[in-house]
C-alpha cells in the first residue's frame, strides 16, 4: 500500500537527521507518539508536536520514560501507528515496554539516538554503546529488529523501513541513531507519496468469535484486531495461549517463546539489509555502522590508495545481526576490522560468526566524538599483515 | 441458557473460570459491582475497553469479556491514556490495586488526574502486595503488620481520595465491599462523567492483611466495614484518611466538571492553529 499523501512532505529539503527521522514517521502513517524530553533525540517529538497537528493526530509529552514507552502501545491497540523516541537514560527505562512489546506483539517502534553512558554520560556528544542493550535490555528470551542510519536521508528513508519491519513481523523495532546522525544536517529527498511503500497493518478479517489474538495458522505472526471492534479480545505480557489467555505452563511458554523468537530468526536473511563495496577482492572486510561507517569509508579509501585490499560492509540492520554474509565473507577473507563508538559490542558478533575462520580486530572508541580515520587505517593494515 | 443464569454471566469469561481469588477476597464483589453498573447504564460494551496493572486486582483485566488488556506493574493508566487518546470513541476503565496505582504506578495517576484525561480508574485498596505475598503498600495503615513490615510499619500511609483530588481529578468516591448497592451506582455515575474519575473500594484481603493483624477473616471484615463505615458524601478529602480500627468514610467525595483532556487539546489546537488543524481521524490503518 501507499503512503497517506497528508503525511508525506515531498520535496528536496535541507535536514537534520532528527527531523527527517519525524518526517520519515509521518510518511510511514504514524499519527501517535508519546515522548519525555532528552537530549540529543528531543527535535524528533518537537517537530512531531508542530506537525502532526496538521495531519491529523497526537503527540503527548508524559511525565516519564516508563510512561512514554507504554502508551504508544496503548494507542497501537486503538489503532494508530506509534512510537516514542529517547536516549541512552531514557532507553534503559524503556526496557520494560520493549519485552512487553515483544511479548505482545505490538507492532511499534522505539527510536533511540545515542550518546555516551554508562549512567547521564555524554548528554549531547554521541556514542554507539546502546546496541547490545537494544537487543538484550528486557528480561527473557525474545527478538528484535534494529536498524542503524548513517544519514538525514537514512533517518528518513529507514524510519518508514522500520515502521514497515514493525507492522510485517508485529515486533517492536529499535531506530538506532546516534548524536552525530541525529544533529548532523544534510540533504534529504522526500519523494511523493506514491512512491512510498508502506506496510498495513496485518487486521484480521475473521468474523466476530472465530478471532483468537495469537492463532498464527501456520505463518508465525497472528493477526490483530483493535479495541473497539467487537472482538472483546484480551491481551496480557503474561505467558499466553492462542487465545491471549494466560496459560503458565512449560510447554505453552516454549511454543509461544520460540515463535517470538523464530518469527524474526527464520526471516534473518530477508530482513538483514547491508552495504558492500570491493567485497570480491576484500582480503580485509571493515564491518560498521550508523556514524562510524562514514569515517570508516574514509580508512577504506586511505586504505585503497595505499593498494590494500579492503572492503567494506555497512551493517544497515543490526539486529538480527546478518551473520549469513559474516559467515560467507568468512569463508575467503582473511580478517575483519570492527570499528565502533563503543568498547566492543557488535564486534562480538562478528566474531562469533566468523567462528575462528578469519581474525576479527576491534577498533573501540568510548564515544564523545567519532573515531579518527587513521586510528582505523592503522588497524587495517595491521590486519592486512 | 437457563433461567438460572446469574446476570452477571454475560460480561465473564467464564472460560477462566474458576478464578484465582481467594475465598473471602472482595476482589469479585467489585467485579459483580462493576458488572452491574454496565447493566444499569446500559453501556456499549463493544466501545469500553479494561486496562488493568499487576497484582490480585490486576486480573480482572482477563476475567471479563470486553476488550481487555493486562499490561505491566504500575503502567495501566499510561497504557489506557495511548488507548483513549488513539480512539476517543472508547469508554476506557483501568482496574487495578492500590499497589499497582499508587506506589509503582503512582506517578501516573496524580499526572493523568491533573490531564484530566477521560479515564475511569477503579482502585481497589486491600491495603497490601497481595500477590506477592502480603507486603507494605504506601496504603497500609500505621502500625499493621505485614510480611516486610513484621513489627509493624511507621510509615504514614496515602490518603487516596485527597491524593487524587488535589491532583485534579473530577470525581472522587470511596466505597467499602459491604457497599455493593451504592459502589455500582458510583460506577455507573462515573461512566457519565466526563474526565478522570476514581473511584476506591476498600476491600479485604483475609489471607494476608486480616489474618496477620488478627482482624479475623471475610465475614468479619465485613461486620467491621458496616459498623465503622460513615457515608459522608462531600466530606473534604483531607479528613478520609484510614487507620487499622478506626472509622472508614465512604462517599462521594468529589464531583465536579472541567475540561477533559482531549477537550483542551482540541480548542487550544483550534484557536493556534485556525485552519491548519487537521481533526484527528480514524487511526484504524488496516
Known amino acids: 500500500m501507499k503512503a497517506d499523501p497528508r503525511g508525506v512532505l515531498t520535496g528536496v529539503h535541507f535536514l537534520d537527521g532528527d527531523h527527517a527521522c519525524c518526517e520519515g514517521a509521518l510518511a510511514a502513517g504514524a499519527r501517535f507518539a508519546s515522548g519525555y524530553p532528552i537530549t540529543p533525540s528531543t527535535e524528533i517529538v518537537e517537530r512531531f508536536a508542530a506537525r502532526v497537528p496538521t495531519v491529523g493526530g497526537t503527540f503527548i509529552q508524559m511525565e516519564d520514560e516508563l510512561a512514554a514507552s507504554i502508551t504508544l502501545q496503548g494507542a497501537v491497540w486503538g489503532g494508530a501507528k506509534a512510537f516514542t523516541v529517547t536516549s541512552g537514560p531514557g532507553f534503559s527505562l524503556m526496557m520494560e515496554h520493549i519485552g512487553y512489546a515483544a511479548m505482545t506483539e505490538t507492532p511499534c517502534v522505539f527510536v533511540d539516538v545515542q550518546r555516551g553512558g554508562p549512567s547521564t554520560g555524554l548528554p549531547t556528544l554521541p556514542a554507539q554503546a546502546d546496541m547490545m542493550q537494544a537487543r538484550w535490555g528486557s528480561h527473557g528470551d525474545y527478538e528484535i529488529i534494529a536498524l542503524c542510519p548513517n544519514s538525514p536521508q537514512e533517518c528518513f528513508d529507514l524510519t518508514i523501513k522500520a515502521f514497515n519491519l514493525a507492522e510485517e513481523y508485529r515486533v517492536p523495532v529499535m531506530f538506532m541513531m546516534d548524536e552525530v546522525v541525529g544533529h548532523m544536517t544534510e540533504k534529504v529527498v522526500i519523494p511523493p507519496a506514491d512512491q512510498i511503500e508502506v506496510v498495513p497493518r496485518r487486521h484480521t478479517r475473521k468474523p466476530l468469535g472465530e478471532y483468537l489474538p495469537y492463532q498464527t495458522n501456520g505463518d508465525m505472526v497472528p493477526e490483530i484486531a483493535h479495541a473497539g471492534e467487537g472482538y472483546k479480545f484480551h491481551i496480557t505480557g503474561l505467558t499466553h495461549d492462542e487465545r491471549g489467555y494466560p496459560n503458565m505452563t512449560p510447554p505453552v511458554q516454549d511454543k509461544l517463546v520460540r515463535r517470538l523468537q523464530n518469527k524474526i530468526r527464520n526471516a534473518a536473511d530477508r530482513i538483514a539489509l547491508y552495504e558492500e563495496e570491493n567485497l570480491q577482492d576484500a582480503e580485509v572486510v571493515v564491518v560498521s555502522y550508523g556514524i562510524t561507517s562514514r569515517v570508516a569509508q574514509r580508512a577504506i579509501e586511505m586504505a585503497r590508495a595505499k593498494k590494500l585490499p579492503v572492503g567494506k560492509l555497512r551493517l544497515i540492520t543490526a539486529w538480527p545481526f546478518p551473520e549469513t554474509k559474516i559467515r560467507e565473507l568468512s569463508a575467503y577473507v582473511k580478517a575483519f576490522v570492527v570499528p565502533e563508538l563503543n568498547l566492543g559490542q557488535m564486534v562480538h558478533e562478528v566474531e562469533r560468526a566468523a567462528a575462528g575462520k578469519a581474525r576479527t580486530f576491534a577498533v573501540p572508541h568510548a564515544g564523545g566524538s567519532v573515531h579518527h580515520p587513521e586510528d582505523i587505517l592503522k588497524v587495517i593494515v595491521e590486519a592486512c599483515r | 441458557m437457563s433461567d438460572f443464569t446469574n446476570p452477571v454471566e454475560p460480561f465473564l469469561r467464564t472460560d477462566r473460570m474458576p478464578h484465582i481469588w481467594c475465598p473471602g477476597c472482595g476482589i469479585g ?137 488535589a491532583a485534579g481529578a473530577v470525581y472522587v468516591a470511596r466505597w467499602t465491599t459491604f457497599h455493593v448497592r451504592q459502589l455500582a451506582r458510583s460506577i455507573a455515575e462515573a461512566f457519565n462523567k466526563k474526565g478522570f474519575s476514581f473511584i476506591e473500594v476498600i476491600s479485604p484481603c483475609p489471607t494476608l492483611y486480616q489474618r496477620r493483624n488478627k482482624l479475623g ?63 484527528q481521524a480514524e487511526m484504524v490503518c488496516s
Do not use: W
Open chain 2, 29 to 165: 464483589t467489585t467485579v459483580n459491582c462493576f458488572a452491574r453498573a454496565l447493566i444499569e447504564s446500559k453501556i456499549d460494551l463493544e466501545s469500553l475497553a479494561l486496562v488493568s496493572g499487576i497484582g490480585c486486582t490486576g486480573r480482572v483485566a482477563g476475567y471479563v469479556k470486553l476488550d481487555s488488556f493486562h499490561t505491566t506493574h504500575g503502567r495501566a493508566i499510561p497504557f489506557a491514556t495511548g488507548l483513549k487518546l488513539a480512539n476517543p470513541k472508547l469508554n476506557v476503565v483501568v482496574y487495578s490495586g492500590d499497589g499497582d496505582l499508587s506506589a509503582i504506578g503512582g506517578n501516573h495517576l496524580i499526572h493523568a488526574a491533573r490531564r484530566n484525561i477521560d479515564l475511569k480508574v477503579i482502585c481497589v485498596n486491600n491495603l497490601i502486595y497481595a500477590m506477592t505475598g502480603g507486603q507494605t503498600a504506601p496504603t497500609t495503615p500505621s502500625h499493621a503488620i505485614t510480611s516486610t513490615s513484621p513489627y509493624g510499619t511507621c510509615e504514614p500511609a496515602f490518603n487516596l481520595p485527597h491524593l487524587v483530588e
Open chain 2, 217 to 279: 477473616d471475610g465475614l468479619d471484615t465485613m461486620k467491621y466495614y458496616k459498623e465503622k463505615s460513615k457515608v459522608k458524601h462531600g466530606a473534604p478529602t483531607s479528613e478520609v484518611g484510614l487507620t487499622m480500627t478506626g472509622e472508614i468514610i465512604v462517599g462521594k467525595f468529589v464531583d465536579r466538571d472541567r475540561p477533559d483532556y482531549q477537550t483542551m487539546v482540541r480548542a487550544q489546537l483550534t484557536e493556534s492553529l485556525g485552519d491548519r488543524f487537521v481533526e
